[in-house]
């Protein structure tokens, strides 16, 4: 079992900035694991913004609303994920969810909230224009 706790959401201005951090506890040492960011705004699905190959620093995505603007990371020592979101606009507002797979077969899995077995309780993320 994986634990993830997430922290960090708060109301900003447009063109704001704001780091999360996804901590991690638990049988983290497993598996290696995927760990992604998906965000849901009312009356709308969970989306996919972010993921990070926790053993490959090299091997992120990102959803295209967000590229040049977030960035992925991860702390080795404090076994943490960032997401650092610069430049931020009215439409990012949302609950921002942390989430962890053992790795799988595809990267277009990694898309899917439907892929992830370890979620975080979430973190308000509101940005006013």
């Known amino acids: 079992q994986v634990h993830l706790v997430e922290s960090g959401g708060a109301s900003v201005q447009a063109g704001g900035s704001l780091r999360l951090s996804c901590a991690a506890s638990g049988r983290t040492g497993d598996y290696d694991y995927v760990v992604a960011w998906f965000r849901q705004s009312p009356g709308k699905e969970r989306e996919f913004v972010a993921y990070?190959?926790?053993?490959?620093?090299?091997?992120?995505y990102y959803v295209d609303s967000v590229k040049g603007r977030f960035t992925i990371s991860r702390d080795n020592v404090k076994n943490t994920v960032y997401l650092q979101m610069d430049s931020l606009k009215p439409e990012d507002t949302a609950v921002y969810y942390c989430?962890?797979?053992?790795?799988?077969?595809?990267?277009?899995?990694?898309?899917?909230?439907?892929?992830?077995?370890?979620w975080g309780q979430g973190t308000q993320v509101t940005v006013s224009s």
């Open positions: 990070l190959n926790w053993n490959d620093r090299n091997d992120r």
């Open positions: 989430a962890a797979t053992p790795l799988l077969s595809t990267s277009v899995a990694y898309l899917r909230a439907t892929s992830y077995a370890f």
